[in-house]
Structures are given as C-alpha cells and as structure tokens.
C-alpha cells in the first residue's frame, strides 16, 4: 500500500498481528523491501513481531526523485575524497523523517528498528532525531561514516557505480549478480538459480539507477556521525560480516566503540548480504535486542 508520509509516497507492507511488538525494516542502497525476504519476515512475525518493511524514497515503488537531476558520480567522489562540501538531492535525515512517518501513518508511537547498510545509516539518525521512538536498534553491516575507517577496493567501488552491459532484464540481472559475487558472504553462498530468481523480480518490480546514485550521493554528504552517536542510549546491537568487501568490518567496532552498552555479532564468512542460512541467528539478534529495550 502507499502512504503518505513526511510529504511524499512511501510504499509500505504490514506483516503480523497488529498487536505485536512493532519492527521498522529499513534496507539499503538501492534496495527495495524485496530485500527482506518474505521467509526471513516470516521468522519474525513468529516471534511475536508487527513487521513493516518500506521502499525508500527513490526506489521500488516509492516517490521517484527524477526531478532532483543525476549526479556526476565522479565528481561526488573527488570531491569526497578531497574533503570538500558535497551537495546532495536530498540527505539521509530526509530519509529518517520518511521512516519515522511512515510509523506516524499507520498510527505506530515507537518500533524496534533494524537498519541493514545504508538502512543503518538512516536506522542512526532515527535514534538520534527522535529517540523515545525507537525502542532497539540493529545496525548492520554499516558503518558511522568516519573517514579513517577502511574503505573497500577499488574493483568493489567500480562494481558499485557501473552499470550493465545493456538496457535488457538479462543484462541488469547479470549486472547485479556479478556484484553479489564481489561482495556476497563467501562461507554462505546463495544458490545461482536462487539469486537470479531474486534480482529477476526486483528488476520487474521497479528499476531505478539514478535513484540509486542520488542516494550514493547522500551518503557521502551525511559525512562522519561519530560526534553524534555517543548521544544513543537505545538498546543496540551490531552485526557484521567478518569478511564484507563492501563495509568492511572495523566499521562494526567502531560503532560498538561509539554506541554505549553497544553488542556486538561478527559473523565469519558473512560479507555484505542476508544469507538464509543466517536468517535464525538475525532473528535471535533482534529478539535479544528487543527484550533490553
């Protein structure tokens, strides 16, 4: 369904009981809510969770951007590189005010809230712009920006900002694929037939590219929050692959370090995905998390 939410449509899907424990999912660059799989959902609702997943603002079938231009990624990532201000189509605290609302639209007072990757990103600002909302806070597989934390190769980076070799389902489903192997969890591979299964029905469902390069854009004006998160008192847990190419994994300590009371779960051969065969020890995690809150 579409709800209005902070001023714009955000599509949004319930899943549970309403009376259950609610949990915010908030996904990553360019991900929509497919990426939270329905079976991983599933284990959730059974422990006892009201479950929202939502398409971020410019992708899936969320408000389009397009009016905002298509940033030259090259020049975002000079600039980046050189220290200098960075001006972006619109920031990640644009995208906590979208989360929090959409909880306002479906009459939600506070969640737990689980942020994967950029989704992390936006899960921080949200404990820190409204922290009575938030009851608990997962953060994976993400970082808090700081600029002396180990970055990911320069093949990992070209990946991110390439495109496919063509314009066809067959050519972005290729595209992605190839990423997925570069920075996919290596001691939990997903089955070939399985992946491009899962990108084939992302890419139908919505594909948006420069979408996604507008939020490449707002994370890298978002900068360094370490000065903020030492404000966090939420109940929180990090969780990071021990072997992700894409955040690699000082970021996860570094956040402990920075979040008081912080846990923390590196998960050997994890890399920068949600493995299924992961998806009962995630579950266990936000559970935990859940009960200190």
Not at 230 to 245: K, N, Q, S, Y
Request: hydrophobic share 45%; glycine share 8%.
């Amino acid at each position: 369904m579409q709800l209005a939410a902070n001023g714009i449509r955000i599509e949004v899907e319930e899943h549970g009981s309403p009376a259950g424990e609610p949990l915010l999912l908030v996904m990553g660059l360019g991900m929509q809510l497919l990426g939270w799989h329905e079976d991983l959902v599933a284990l959730l609702v059974a422990r006892g969770f009201r479950v929202v997943r939502f398409d971020n603002r410019d992708s899936g079938l969320s408000e389009r951007f397009d009016r905002r231009g298509v940033p030259n990624l090259a020049q975002v990532s000079l600039r980046h590189v050189l220290g200098l201000r960075i001006e972006s189509p619109y920031a990640l605290v644009d995208m906590a005010h979208d989360a929090l609302a959409v909880l306002d639209a479906l009459g939600i007072r506070s969640a737990h809230v689980w942020g994967a990757s950029m989704g992390g990103m936006i899960a921080q600002h949200m404990a820190l712009i409204a922290p009575a909302r938030v009851r608990s806070l997962t953060l994976m597989m993400t970082s808090s920006g700081a600029r002396h934390l180990p970055t990911p190769s320069l093949k990992v980076r070209s990946a991110l900002v390439s495109r496919p070799a063509a314009n066809t389902l067959d050519a972005i489903v290729d595209h992605h694929v190839e990423l997925h192997r570069l920075i996919g969890s290596p001691a939990y591979p997903t089955s070939p037939t399985a992946l491009r299964e899962r990108y084939a029905r992302s890419v139908r469902r919505s594909y948006r590219p420069a979408g996604t390069a507008r939020q490449i854009v707002a994370i890298a004006a978002d900068g360094d929050r370490s000065p903020q998160l030492g404000a966090i008192r939420t109940p929180t847990l990090v969780v990071h692959g021990g072997v992700d190419a894409l955040v690699p994994v000082a970021a996860a300590r570094d956040l402990q370090r920075k979040i008081a009371g912080a846990r923390i779960d590196v998960i050997d051969g994890m890399g920068h995905d949600l493995p299924p065969a992961l998806w009962p020890r995630f579950v266990d995690g936000v559970a935990a998390v859940a009960g200190r809150s």
